[in-house]
Structure formats: structure tokens, C-alpha cells
């Protein structure tokens, strides 16, 4: 979509109660104040938007309003093959639909027929949405920023946090954002808080931009506009939109996982886009197009490690699954079994960055994870953890002696407990430099008699916890659900790949992640040898983990992550 249209009658929402109705409106039934507060900060030029002039923002004595949208929707863009930068060509092709004549259809339904449709530049359409909503004063970058003069271009860019977060309000263009109405008032569906990744926000071209997410982290307000609906941000709803909410956290890992799934027309804007967000590591970053890309990539990402090493924090696709289609497959073996592998084409895949920055995987966003670890140093594509690591590196022997696992398995015990039936399988294990043997949960079930499919499922399990412990002992027991007895269990379905036979692999213990208003649960990175290094895997959620480390002694060592 290259050029936008804006209708003067407009779907809304705007209360801020529970009452939850939308109606159409010829003006906004919500603007904002006359006189904004002047923040403490002013950009160095702003927009009038009563004749559209670019004036010095020190001789503004009120606050102004931001704008964020997606450049190739404000016009034709066009790539200078000489000097590679991407120029806008507006037509003037930009729609604004002024009320035609209300018409009674039914006794019911009054509806209003289109009026006249002015076609304007990006400008005008900006100043009728401005007028609309009492903005006086707007920065956005194709007036405020003199595209030809780098040196300027760059100092913007070294600002633009303040830009944002000085801001009253960010208008944010989404042409996705349309109401199909069926009638009026509490007969329209309810559609705008309702509206989920899939119908609207999903597919938007708005939210698959980098720049777009470092305005919305940075702004305080935002109102939606599209078509012929606009929406407060406050509206939409917390668990969808918790970046929208505010409700989202600035840790790294949070920021990666909306990251990681946007693109820039200019590579180097991944990094100026994202250091915005962090105004500590923009004070670090020169903002130079001229500069090595990938030099510049490890570096950014080396200053984001350095800063929160929740950058670790990370596992398998999930809703990545559901922006992307699959480009490709391939059938690979894993364990002797044929699985098939679907590629998708995450925009972060384009860079050569390292495992440690999640690369092959999705960030986990939102959790209240931390770590307090600090032993680490990053240079170049390695970081180093100097920490306590878990491994059985006897583990592809222990197996092999094993016979079939559903030999080893004891029956379900068939006496009910307290009515129930409910059984829990552990082994007794035993840790390095420890005389005691520990309790690790492999099974649950409610069953009288297991399947083929339990028995897989224990298998792998078995197989799994043998690469960190010792299981050759095969002491497996069933014990009453919810008994008093401490069990450690373990949960490694949040790896970027399945744990391989034939493969070393060390559960980084020095590495806690916790979240003290969950204290059931910790995670530790998983680190697969590769060469002479190791690749970051993801993390392993593990139930009782003070019962597992405790009177356990391990030596530290240096793990070199590529």
C-alpha cells in the first residue's frame, strides 16, 4: 500500500470506563488538550500544522505530538541504485473522504453516504488528522530531519529516544485499522479491543517495521489511526498488546523477542532503531551508514549482552509461527527418527550474529525473569561465562549398556490414593562430587497401564536428564502424586533443537534465571559442544532446582559460546 486514505467519519472507542461501544463519529469524539506541557526537552525543529511550516522548536513555548508510520506507505519509494538510499516520490495520491448527505435506510440504521474525496500529498493528510485531533505542534522525520545533510541525519538519530519519550502523544498511521460496520451504536460488533495479532495489528505493515517499535516502547501515549477507525491505546487489550499497555519490561530479551521479527529498508537501522531504546548503548553507537554492517551488528549486540545478559533468554518459535509462513522443510534425523524441519524466514536470520543472541530461536518476552550473574566478558562473536556447568560426559556409554527402556520401566502401582489415581515416576540419580543420590521426575500419569506412546515419552526423558546426570544405576520407582518427598524435575522443550544422542551438552548451573514472584521454577542456558566452542540452545525450565544443587560441588569453568 503506497498510498493512505483518511476517512473524516471515524469508528472510535475513546472511553476510558468498561462500557464498550463504538460508534461513528464526524469528528473526534476525544482530542487532546489546547495547550500541551512543554517538556524538558524540544527537538531542534517542528511542524505548524496550520500551514505545515517547519519551525525551530525553542521558539515553541508548548509540547508537541510524534508521528510514526511505515515510510512505504506515505508514498512511492524508490532505491538510488548509484548511492543505494531510497528516495519518496508523493503523487498526491493520498485520499481524505469529507461526510456526504445521511440517508435513512430503515427505522434503525442511519448511515452516512461518501462525500467528496480530496486527494492531497503526505503533508495534507497529516495536517487534516493533526486538525482533528487538536495537534498543534508534530515531529516526524520527512520534514524534521534534512535527509541530504548526514551530519544532522545522524544527530537526529543519536536523539531520538528523547524525540519519543519527550513527546505528549504518537499518532501511529496503521491503513489495516478499518471497521466493516453492520449498523450503529451497541448494534456494531465490537471490534477495536477485541482485535487480536491475526485480524489487524499481525498483518499490519506498521508493525512489522524496526523504527515503529522503538516509537511505540518510547512513547507515552499512542493513538491508532486508520482508515475510518482510530483507536486509544489504553483500549486495546493487556494481554495482546502488553507493549502497547506499557505493561511490557525494557529487559532485553522482552525487546529482542518484538525485534527480531521486524525489517529496515537500511540494514544499519536494525541497530540505530534498536539502541534508541537503550539510551546507554546509543551513547555508544556511532550512527554512520558508511560503516561495516556486520562489524556493527557485533558490536551492538555485544553492548546489549554486556548490559542484560537476559539475552540468553530465549527458546523455540512460538508466535513467530504464526507471523511467518514456512519457506522451506527439510527431513532431518534426530535420535534415528526421521523428523521434518520447517525453515521460516524471521527477518534476524538475514545477519551473521552468533547463538548467544538468539538468532535461531524467539526471545521469551515478559516472563520477570533475571539473572544476577556477572561473570561473563563478551569480544568479538564469543562470550565467555566463567561458571558452574552440569554434564555427564559418560552419558552416549550409559546409554548404549541400557537395554530397552520399557524393560526398566516398573509397573503403575494399581491401589488408588485418596480416591484418585495419581502416580509420579522418579530415578534416583547420582550427581558429581555428591555421596547423595537425588529424586528426578520422569513420568506423570493417571493411568493404570501404560502405552507405547508413555513409554516413549519416559524414554526420552531418561535419555534427556542423561546427558547433565548419571542414570545407570536405573533405580526407577513410583511414588504417590504430591507425596513429600523432593523432586527436581526437568523441562527441555524450550530449546531451539531436540538434545541428540551422540552430542555433549552442560547446563550452565552458575546462570539462575528467576522470577521472585514465581519461585516454583528457575531456567539455566543449555550449551551444545560444537568444534572447539559451544552454541547457545535456549533454556531449560527445572521444578526444585534448590533440591538438585544443594551439597552439589562443581569446579567452574570457561565456556566459550559462539
Known sequence: MTYMTYEKTQYSDHKEDDVRELDSYTEPPKKLPSNLPKPNFMPSYLVRTSDMKLVEASKVDEGYCTLSYSWNQSGEVLKNEETGKSDRIDHGKHEIIFPGNPTRENSECEEQTLGEIKYVKFEGLIQEICKDFNIKYIWYDQMCIDQNDEKKKHDEIHRMHKIYSNSYCTIALIPELMVEARGQGSNVAWFIANMTYDRVFQQAQWMKRMWTLEETVLSSRIIFVGPNAHCWWYRLQEAYFPVFRKKTGNDVATILNYAHARTTTNKHDHVFALANIFPDIMEQIKPDYKQNIQELMLHFYGLLAKKDLSILFFGPYGSYRNMFEPSSSDVIKINGREEVKYNFPVPIKEFDLPSWTGIYGEHFHDTGYKTSFKNYTVIGRALHLTCRGLSNEQHCKEISRLESFEDIIPPVPQQNLNGKHSWELVIMVSTPRSTKEKLIGVGRTTKRVLD?????????????????????????????????????????????????????????????????????????????????????????????????FNNLTLEEQVFEIH
Not at 483 to 490: A, E, G, M, R
Not at 492 to 510: H, I, N, P, S, W
Open 452 to 548: 507405547t506412546n508413555d513409554h516413549k515419552s519416559i524414554a526420552l526423558s531418561l535419555r534427556n536428564i542423561s546427558h547433565f546426570v548419571s542414570i545407570k544405576n536405573k533405580k526407577l520407582h513410583w511414588i504417590p502424586h504430591k507425596s513429600k518427598l523432593d523432586i527436581t524435575w526437568f523441562d527441555f522443550q524450550r530449546l531451539v533443537e531436540t538434545l541428540q544422542y551422540t552430542d555433549q551438552y552442560v547446563l550452565l548451573a552458575g546462570v539462575r534465571f528467576i522470577n521472585p514472584e514465581s519461585t516454583l521454577y528457575t531456567h539455566y542456558p543449555i550449551i551444545k559442544k560444537d568444534g572447539d566452542y559451544y552454541k547457545a540452545l535456549g533454556m531449560c525450565r527445572i521444578e526444585h532446582d534448590d533440591y538438585l
